[in-house]
């Protein structure tokens, strides 16, 4: 797993690109919007996913 953006140190917001062809996204997680128990819905700046 390879960080491709996001600071560098501490518990910001990043992304992660993996070696299976995917992305992993950090960022603060969403308690106000229902989710089935096995998902997580999280928000991040969308400078953060820009581009990619």
């Known amino acids: 797993m390879k960080q491709i953006r996001g ?4 518990g910001c917001p ?3 690109a993996t070696d299976r062809g995917t992305f992993l996204v950090q960022g603060a ?3 106000s919007m229902p989710t ?3 998902e997580t819905v999280i928000e991040v ?3 953060i996913i ?3």
């Not at 600071?7 to 501490?10: D, K, L, P, Q, R």
């Open 36 to 38: 089935p128990e096995h």
């Open 45 to 47: 700046p969308v400078e």
């Open 14 to 16: 990043k992304v992660f």
């Open 7 to 10: 600071c560098e140190n501490g």
């Open 50 to 52: 820009q581009g990619l």
């Open 29 to 31: 997680t969403v308690v």
